[in-house]
């Protein structure tokens, strides 16, 4: 908005967005253009972590980013502390296990299918310590399994990568999340990104036949996050 004549920025809603509305906005283009992937729907939609409804001012915003009519921008909204919040953290063991192994620089393209199993955090009493026992469902206890095609040669400096992606080879791994939130004064991005990971890592090449497996899962960390004696 414009103030004295000059152009201030408003904050009118705050809150960490997911689902398809990211790729038609290509806020991470950089990303989508590594990926060759452009999506071309005419609807967007996102997944707001947060008890408040954005309001009409917002939703023109994102749908103006996603190139699409406001009529057909749809938002979900959930606290991280509810059943809803639990489960669509869980339910992103796959692609945070692709996220790792793009850090690593592992090559996307060989990838041809994954799954992947976590469990489902409690319900916390505040959003603070879901977002602890959630992130912990999948630095704990994340599994996932991706089959690859690629050549012989390649295979061992592919498995290579695979070894350094679990969680457990991070600095910060070791105690429950929100102990490592804590220690650096609540400062998100100043937690060792590796610690985002599946805790353990099964992948196949179809191409040779041979499987690897790194990490492990770690049942004592599991419940020391969840309280359970």
Not at 90 to 114: M, N, Q, W
Not at 212 to 218: C, P, Q, T
């Amino acid at each position: 908005m414009e103030i004295d004549g000059e152009i201030k920025k408003k904050k009118v809603f705050e809150s960490l967005g997911s689902g398809p509305a990211r790729a038609l906005s290509r806020v991470e283009k950089d990303l989508y253009e590594e990926l060759g992937y452009k999506d071309d729907a005419d609807c967007a939609i996102l997944v707001f972590e947060t008890t408040k409804l954005p309001n009409e001012e917002v939703m023109e915003l994102i749908a103006k980013k996603c190139g699409v009519s406001p009529s057909n921008t749809y938002a979900c909204c959930a606290p991280t502390a509810c059943l809803c919040g639990s489960i669509q953290v869980a339910s992103r063991i796959v692609e945070t296990g692709i996220h790792k192994l793009h850090e690593l620089h592992f090559p996307l393209d060989v990838i041809k299918y994954g799954f992947g199993t976590t469990t489902i955090a409690p319900i916390a009493k505040d959003d603070l310590k879901a977002m602890g026992v959630t992130n912990d469902s999948l630095i704990a206890t994340g599994s996932v399994y991706y089959t690859i095609e690629a050549d012989k040669e390649k295979q061992e400096e592919l498995w290579e990568l695979i070894k350094k992606a679990p969680s457990n080879t991070s600095s910060s791994y070791g105690k429950p999340f929100i102990e490592t939130f804590k220690e650096v004064d609540y400062k998100f991005y100043d937690i060792d990104p590796g610690l985002f990971a599946p805790a353990l890592y099964t992948v196949n090449n179809s191409k040779t036949g041979k499987t690897i497996s790194a990490g492990d899962i770690n049942n004592d960390l599991l419940k020391l996050s969840y309280g359970l004696f």
